[in-house]
């Protein structure tokens, strides 16, 4: 679909530099219940992470929203997801038999991501999960009633 002529896009691209910055801040932030992302001052940012060039980019435009973004990954994350199943939907409607075993592939991953794959490893029973809250005639029991998973001959 065309835009009109008086319609522009600006879209911000941040540099490595300032990926590498964002990155720095987000994970400093992310535990700092005093920074509040829809409120973000460059005061807060430098506070958090002091690099020169931080008061030159925030005059940007894009910048700050850019950088205010901490869903940025989530959204990169749930596009490439897309994508990447629009691949494998060509995948599949592909009838050469040389793309049969990229199909089996596909399948498996896919029925691993939606949960329908069969487990691999069974479940395993732990009898000991409880010994933690008993007391000592509990404990002692347990120890007897369990010995023969150790070779051991039952006491009593």
């Not at 008086?6 to 911000?12: A, H, K, P, R, S």
């Not at 980019?57 to 199943?85: C, H, P």
Request: net charge negative; charged share 30%.
């Amino acid at each position: 679909m065309d835009k009109p002529e008086q319609f522009i896009e600006l879209m911000f691209v941040p540099t490595e530099e300032m990926r590498e910055v964002k990155a720095a801040f987000l994970a400093k932030a992310q535990d700092n219940p005093q920074i509040d992302m829809d409120a973000l001052s460059l005061a807060q940012v430098l506070k958090t992470v002091n690099h020169t060039k931080l008061t030159h980019w925030w005059k940007q435009d894009g910048f700050k929203e850019w950088f205010a973004n901490s869903a940025e990954w989530r959204q990169k994350l749930e596009y490439a997801i897309d994508v990447g199943l629009d691949a494998v939907m060509e995948i599949f409607k592909c009838k050469d038999p040389k793309s049969f075993g990229a199909q089996v592939r596909a399948l498996e991953v896919l029925a691993r991501l939606a949960n329908k794959e069969p487990a691999r490893v069974k479940e395993v029973k732990v009898l000991d999960k409880d010994v933690q809250g008993m007391d000592q005639k509990q404990l002692d029991d347990f120890i007897k009633r369990n010995l023969h998973l150790l070779g051991e001959k039952q006491v009593g």
